[in-house]
């Protein structure tokens, strides 16, 4: 670890050191004893369970219903789909022994769940009735990581997946567009996440998919993280599963199917898009604790104060928390508040509480402590929040704006990519993004839905530009 | 499948077809891929998360916090607690190959998690103010079947599993018969489950366990379902995963340790014991859909007003579902909705619409069909629900000590486990306890923690009796 005992090493010395130190620091998470894996300690996972009720709300009011199918898949499912099954086989878990016997048919640690879904879809669907057929499920999932980093990379993972099955392209496509839109929101409301929605070149879409869209944030060392995708996957899992239906004109028809996932990654963006040198800065809308009351000086009077405070807080529907840690200094609590991202502090001692106030402070922002009237606190929390939210909304999209660069020339477009991203017209082909790859470490993010229609030369090779609109292209994790 | 498309097999004739085909023909689970895996088809997920909900509130408003660790365990963990490892091996699934190689060390698919949240347990306890550390998970356990039955034991499952460290033993024994008491309230209140909790006897004990404490549920065939268990470790996992705290006179001491789980086991449990031969029965505090209107006739209008209905019985807090299928006819769907166990089902046809009344039929109970005026609806319906449950629960109170005899002979002690429990004193001897079992397939199911002082002779050898009261014997699930 890095620094002192409590500090970690400055985002702009070494922002990898910074992360890592910070996610365990702040006790979001810690190692698993197998390769990769992460447990999530309770305020880390308080911070999923806040933004699973978000999506599961929203995922629900838009039609689709949870359900659950098996966390092992015999390993023929996944050979039916060529692609899928090339994309999948190096990260694969595979359980050969159960029972105490070998296995006839080796099953697989669900990587995601198309393969499986697609062969219950195949026995529930058989009428044009029975669709659109909107399903999500809460589940982990396993993918061995080479290279593993906490929320971004590990071996096992907590997501969503929704799969849906329809009778044709637009009604597939609608429903691909549909998922897309509620991950930016919930990016953007609830996560303060200014993510760029887009599609995904046909190099990076998912192993069995037609068109892969993505919402693209930027971290604050300048780096995109795939935050979300939905794929529309044409009929490729319908055809491998027999999805089928008969039409209203008797005929049997293949169904189009998508899919969609976020996943416990979100967390690390939030983590990489606020945070600062002090430690995590935590949206309200997704902190566990959004009011921490430090109780300061001897006697019973303060954190008896403090408590009747979080009472009425919380009857403010505002998440209060009394860290009533009397054997530690109020320094040393109020620094590890910071470091774990509380948006407000309220600070409350003898003196405070002759006066009737109290003295607030704001995880950041330029107002430094405010003494207010302790009446007052509970009125005015839930406004201060929503600002405080809105702010940090505010700054992502200034600094992602200030870190993204319109690049018409070669250097121009190195340069972008060495601090954040650059958006340029490119010629769509594979060949050429390898090269982009290999000299700058960039690859095509998206091509953002909202880009304005141009047309003109690829920055790189010259030769005439795909997409009829530019493509973001950065680092990424 | 039996009988016709749509009925199930008589519970008299075959209550493990009548079983089988209901879980199937409601919808609520369909059979996965590997051996003895299930899908959870939303009808029955719904269930599921209404019931962790309500769990997962009092788990939180009792000072716990979910938190989540990997789903891979090294084998070399099992093997620290002698009969942990002893009582799981048998059942484990094992990784053995990953990211296209052969692992070093296999890793298990968690059977439960006390080994693994052990070793975690141990970096995070230090001192005696880190105590009691209350832990809890949601989470998938795989446990391979050799007799699978859907929900009552799948290969796979999903549950909770508290998990909690503490200074002493006091504070530990407290725990455990909190736990207890949070699934005999949830059992009690919210599924209609008259459980009774006790202890079990030392052969019953959960792997490495000290005590287990059970809720035990009367099945509508006489067996008993052990609905959620609740442990006392002692020092068992503590010594081996070495969980240790500094106490305040500054001496190292071991902690005691509990686990305790619910599992989607307990829907297996709601289906057997309100179940019949319609089909399900579910309490309206679990049920999916509490109301369903069925809009009967040609036109629009009965739609309409089905859908303005349901639009109000919703702003009363009650899930309400309109059943729109207008190329099914009335009689169908009424069946199809008894069948899935709807409690209150609304008729809703041009005639009624006319005198501005609806015609309500319950589930259950012997009033028939009412006819009730229209706008009256929306206020009764929290009424009529919250008396259909307080109806199931009496029920099933009545069915329970109907078909449960205090036994003092064994002749008596024989007949009684064949359609129900014995109530009797037993020496505690495990030799005798498989005697009993060899002769009428009934075991201890608890020593029932408020059964009255007692004492006497074994109902079986004649030796002295243990325990100081009364054991439940039945067989089981």
Redesign the interface.
């Known amino acids: 670890m890095g620094r002192d005992e409590r500090g970690v090493t400055p985002q702009s010395e070494d922002f990898s050191a910074w992360y890592n130190e910070l996610v365990a620091k702040a006790q979001l998470v810690?190692r698993?004893?197998?390769k990769g894996?992460?447990?999530?300690?309770?305020y880390g996972?308080?911070l999923?369970?806040l933004l699973q009720g978000e999506l599961d709300q929203r995922i629900k009011d838009t039609g689709h219903?949870?359900?659950?199918?098996?966390?092992?898949?015999?390993e023929s499912?996944l050979q039916r789909e060529a692609q899928h099954v090339e994309g999948f086989?190096?990260?694969?878990?595979?359980?050969?022994?159960?029972?105490?016997k070998e296995l006839e048919e080796?099953?697989v640690?669900r990587p995601t769940s198309e393969t499986?879904i697609g062969?219950?879809m195949a026995?529930w669907v058989s009428s044009h009735?029975d669709l659109p057929l909107l399903?999500n499920q809460w589940?982990?999932v396993?993918r061995?990581e080479?290279r593993p980093r906490m929320f971004l990379r590990t071996?096992?993972f907590?997501w969503q997946e929704g799969h849906t099955a329809h009778a044709d392209e637009a009604d597939a496509m609608r429903e691909t567009m549909l998922a897309l839109d509620l991950y930016t929101e919930v990016a953007r409301d609830i996560a303060a996440l200014p993510v760029v929605p887009g599609e995904k070149t046909a190099g990076e879409r998912f192993a069995g998919a037609v068109r892969t869209f993505t919402i693209e944030g930027m971290m604050r060392d300048g780096k995109a993280l795939q935050a979300g995708t939905s794929h529309y996957m044409g009929t490729n899992f319908a055809s491998a599963f027999e999805i089928q239906y008969t039409s209203e004109a008797g005929r049997l028809e293949l169904c189009h199917t998508t899919s969609w996932g976020m996943s416990t990654r979100m967390i690390g963006g939030v983590i990489m898009t606020h945070g600062d040198d002090k430690g995590l800065v935590l949206p309200p809308r997704l902190a566990p604790y959004q009011v921490v009351i430090v109780p300061i000086g001897r006697g019973d009077q303060p954190v008896v104060a403090a408590r009747e405070l979080a009472g009425r807080l919380k009857a403010a529907g505002v998440r209060a928390h009394v860290d009533d840690?009397a054997?530690l200094s109020p320094g040393y609590r109020f620094n590890d508040w910071e470091l774990r991202g509380v948006p407000v502090r309220l600070e409350l001692g003898p003196r405070d509480l002759e006066s009737g106030t109290v003295v607030m402070a704001k995880r950041l922002g330029d107002e430094g402590k405010q003494s207010i009237p302790l009446d007052s606190v509970a009125d005015i929390m839930p406004g201060v929040l929503d600002d405080f939210q809105d702010f940090l909304l505010r700054r992502a999209v200034g600094f992602r704006d200030a870190h993204t660069r319109a690049a018409d020339t070669w250097e121009s477009f190195a340069d972008a990519v060495t601090t954040g991203w650059a958006s340029a017209l490119h010629c769509g082909d594979a060949a050429c993004e390898d090269d982009i790859k290999t000299e700058t470490a960039a690859t095509p993010r998206c091509v953002p839905l909202d880009g304005a229609a141009e047309s003109g030369d690829c920055v790189r090779c010259g030769q005439p530009a795909a997409y009829g609109k530019r493509v973001l292209f950065g680092r990424s994790y």
Chains 1, 2 share one sequence.
């Open positions: 810690d698993g004893p197998a894996t992460m447990v999530i300690r309770p996972y308080r999923w369970e219903q949870n359900a659950y199918f098996p966390l092992l898949i015999p499912y086989s190096p990260e694969l878990a595979v359980v050969t022994h159960a029972g105490g080796p099953l640690v499986i062969e219950m026995k009735r399903l589940a982990n396993v061995w080479l071996t096992e907590l840690r054997h």
